[in-house]
């Protein structure tokens, strides 16, 4: 940067900002006026402790859901859960749910048919049922810790592609990992129809269910915390009946993330400086939407 004053800026001759005409001025050239146009954080949001706090239990419940599939996991692997008893409370929960899904739906423009849903719930269950016995199967040949393994990755990787800002239907990486995980843990099971109970289990939990949150979220908003709290809730208790250290650290995992993370964002906030100026790039206002027709 140069002043006005200073070598090779000729006073007689004001300097211009204009990149079309010839200037006796050297091209790194620029004036006293350069930081005048400075502006600071003018596009900055301003967040809300509370309202973070509102957005974080999407993330908690989510942590919550994949417990609680654990803890039915670990059940049925002892043998304490008999599989039909099981069955009949996730089809009850599916009912209940679908039923929920279009009281608060209303008078929305549906995209598909409760016929085409009940095709593709019959679809689903036959095939599963169907190649049961064979993903009883499929991980005969792998050892019990590799399986437990790639589980727990898959499950990492569901709730780290989750697609949180808009989570009806969950993207397909997401989802895709979450069954790819309940499958290799339900191979595991005694029996094929524990590992039916299983994948219907995971169906429901990964795929169904944030479909109804997500539109509780739209439609009743006061349930969307308490939907949250009852999961977590769900996910510690059910943890704790297992495994008393892990259901604390669930605890804490869960604190830290809903209360203390808000927080810590908030705070920053304060401290948080983005500059703009007339070295940003151009921004293109103009609706340009009759060009691309």
């Known amino acids: 940067m140069g002043a006005d004053s200073g070598p090779g800026a000729p006073a007689a001759i ?16 620029v004036d006293g006026r350069f930081l005048e146009e400075l502006r600071l954080n003018i596009r900055v949001r301003q967040y809300r402790y509370w309202a973070v706090v ?39 929960c599916a009912l209940l ?4 899904y279009e009281i608060l739906g209303g ?6 048919t409760r016929l085409a849903d009940l095709q593709s719930a019959t679809i689903f269950l036959a095939f599963t049922f169907g ?17 437990q393994a790639m589980s727990a990755v898959m499950l990492l990787a569901h709730l780290v592609s989750f697609p949180y800002a808009q989570p009806s239907p969950p993207c397909s990486l997401s989802l895709n990992a979450a069954l ?34 997500h ?17 977590c809730l769900a996910g510690v208790g059910g943890l704790g009946s297992l495994w008393p250290e892990g259901a604390l650290l669930l605890s804490l995992a869960l604190i830290t993330l809903t209360l203390v993370c808000p927080l810590l964002l908030v705070h920053l906030q304060r401290h948080k400086d983005n500059i703009h100026g007339p070295w940003d790039e151009a921004e293109i206002r103009e609706d340009l939407s009759r ?3």
């Open 14 to 29: 004001p300097w211009r900002k204009v990149l079309y005409e010839r200037q006796a001025f050297p091209d790194n050239y």
């Open 54 to 92: 509102r957005e974080t239990g999407l993330i908690a419940q989510q942590v919550s859901c994949v417990a609680v599939f654990l803890t039915l996991w670990s059940y049925m692997e002892r043998g304490a859960l008999v599989p039909s008893a099981v069955l009949w409370v996730c089809l009850t």
């Open 97 to 100: 749910g679908y039923g929920l």
């Open 107 to 112: 008078s929305c423009v549906r995209e598909r």
């Open 131 to 147: 190649f049961s016995p064979v993903l009883k199967t499929l991980t005969e040949s792998v050892s019990t810790d590799t399986v």
């Open 180 to 213: 790819f995980g309940s499958v290799c843990l339900a191979s595991r099971l005694p029996g094929a129809l524990h590992t039916f109970t299983m994948l219907s289990c995971a169906l429901l939990v990964f795929a169904l269910w944030p479909c109804l949150l």
């Open 215 to 231: 539109r509780m979220r739209e439609k009743a908003e006061w349930s969307f915390p308490w939907a949250a709290v009852l999961v």
């Open 291 to 293: 060009f691309l027709n």
